[in-house]
């Protein structure tokens, strides 16, 4: 990696200091991040446990610059996001995130090939490129036979492993996944 602080030589991808969040309802505000600290060097993965309604999605979209703290800072390759503006954060996003979300978000209109192919568009590749690309992330994913098939055609399983292939088929620096195997039965631990 190019840029961003280093940890101990190893280079950091993501950084967050102090973030709290706050939500307005109807009896008050209701706080659920206070003074989050977190640092993720290069080939990490760190699992965020908590209970449900603890904070844990809430966190992970502050990271990952779909939605902003009240107070703190995240900084991805050693770049605060917070003065970037919409479009700015979109386009950073599809450049260096990948999102797999508790539920798939696969567009639904769209087959599985495609969905893997999009974030791939977005980011300026090559259609072609694209296409052999998102072939090699459904087959790492096992999924190689059902490229054709839509969300709705798809197990809850397959569908999740489809978000999978599209979250790392652009191998992103960072990857931020929400709960993503609760679709997804481990061999000799049915669920
Ligand atoms: N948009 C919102 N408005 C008000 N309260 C919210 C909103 N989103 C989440 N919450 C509340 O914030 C808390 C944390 O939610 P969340 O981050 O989704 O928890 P987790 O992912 O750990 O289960 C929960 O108590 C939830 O009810
Ligand atoms: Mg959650």
Redesign the pocket.
């Known amino acids: 990696m190019e840029s961003g602080s280093r940890v101990d030589g190893v280079a950091t991808v993501l950084e967050a200091r102090g973030i709290a969040k706050s939500?307005a309802?109807p009896r008050g505000r209701?706080e659920?991040l206070r003074g989050v600290d977190l640092t993720v060097t290069r080939g990490t993965i760190l699992a965020i446990l908590?209970a449900?309604?603890?904070?844990?999605?809430?966190?992970l979209n502050i990271l990952g610059t779909l939605d902003r703290a009240d107070a703190g800072t995240v900084l991805i390759r050693g770049r605060p996001v917070d003065p970037l503006r919409e479009r700015e954060l979109a386009r950073f996003r599809a450049n260096h995130l990948g999102f797999v979300f508790q539920f798939h978000h696969l567009l639904p209109e769209f087959s599985a090939e495609e969905n893997v192919m999009m974030p791939l568009l977005i980011s300026g590749r090559r259609p072609a490129e694209a296409r052999a690309r998102a072939q090699a992330a459904l087959a790492a994913v096992g999924l190689a036979e059902r490229w054709e098939h839509r969300p709705a055609e798809l197990s809850g399983g397959e569908a999740q492993r489809v978000a999978v292939a599209r979250a790392l088929a652009p191998e992103p620096e960072l990857v931020l996944a929400d709960e993503p195997s609760g679709n997804l039965v481990c061999a000799g631990h049915p669920q």
């Open positions: 939500y309802t209701l659920v908590g449900s309604g603890a904070g844990k999605s809430t966190l």
